[in-house]
């Protein structure tokens, strides 16, 4: 299993960067896909969501900036981070959860998501 999210950088306040995450080795159309960060000395936090279907969510601090889809031809979720502000200067994770056949939504809690990428660095200067 390999997740290899890529895009980060380094953008000024206002600005725009789109994430990607190339997956292998796992049904990718069985699972759910999130996007999470971690800025340093806080936990990882969610970010983004979407099922298996494409049903997507968002935590309360980007919704309105953040746009998360994914392609389940080739395998790739992404992350449209637009209207960046220094608080969202993290490393940013993709990660896969085996979805849930009793819910539409993917789950919230990073416990629930097996596999992770190696993260990349998402910075925004004041």
């Known amino acids: 299993v390999q997740l290899q999210a890529s895009g980060g950088g380094l953008m000024q306040t206002g600005g725009s960067l789109a994430l990607s995450c190339q997956t292998s080795g796992f049904t990718f159309d069985r699972f759910a896909m999130g996007w999470f960060r971690q800025a340093p000395g806080k936990e990882r936090e969610r970010v983004s969501c979407a099922s298996s279907d494409g049903v997507t969510e968002y935590g309360d601090s980007v919704k309105g900036r953040f746009t998360v889809s994914r392609d389940n031809v080739n395998n790739m979720v992404y992350l449209q981070m637009n209207n960046l502000k220094p608080e969202d200067t993290a490393v940013y994770y993709c990660?896969?959860?085996?979805?849930?056949?009793?819910?539409?939504?993917?789950?919230?809690?990073?416990?629930?998501?097996?596999?992770w990428g190696q993260g990349t660095l998402v910075t925004v200067s004041s």
């Open positions: 990660a896969a959860a085996l979805a849930n056949p009793n819910t539409l939504y993917a789950p919230v809690q990073k416990t629930s998501y097996a596999y």
